[in-house]
């Protein structure tokens, strides 16, 4: 079993940065954030292949980018010029397949750790 335990977030003003971070318990192939709106679905924010490559998703390109410290087993997201629709709870996932099998949007990650506040204020 690996433990997945997320910190960082908080609230900011629009235009404002923050940064995730995300620690798994053991090396992991593909580290993942995905978040949630009130009253909305999950989605995919950013996911990284312990090999380097990277998925991010249409709404957060350009100002979002997730990295990994694979010394430390930690995933990061830093989330730039935020807008208020970036507010959500945020959530990090981790899995042992590779992204290209879990970028899937009906796959469903094995490790998931707590949420956190991004609260975004216009």
């Known amino acids: 079993e690996v433990e997945v335990v997320v910190s960082g977030g908080g609230s900011v003003q629009t235009g404002g940065s923050l940064r995730l971070s995300c620690t798994a318990s053991a090396n992991i192939r593909t580290m993942a954030w995905f978040r949630q709106a009130p009253g909305k679905e999950r989605e995919g924010v950013a996911g990284q292949d312990s090999d380097g490559e990277t998925d991010h998703s249409d709404s957060v390109k350009g100002r979002f980018t997730i990295s990994r410290d694979s010394a430390k087993n930690t995933a990061y997201l830093q989330m730039n010029s935020l807008k208020p629709e970036d507010t959500a709870i945020y959530y990090c996932?981790?899995?042992?397949?590779?992204?290209?099998?879990?970028?899937?949007?009906?796959?469903?990650?094995?490790?998931w750790g707590q949420g956190t506040q991004v609260t975004v204020s216009s």
């Open positions: 996932a981790a899995d042992s397949r590779p992204l290209w099998v879990v970028r899937d949007p009906e796959y469903d990650y094995k490790y």
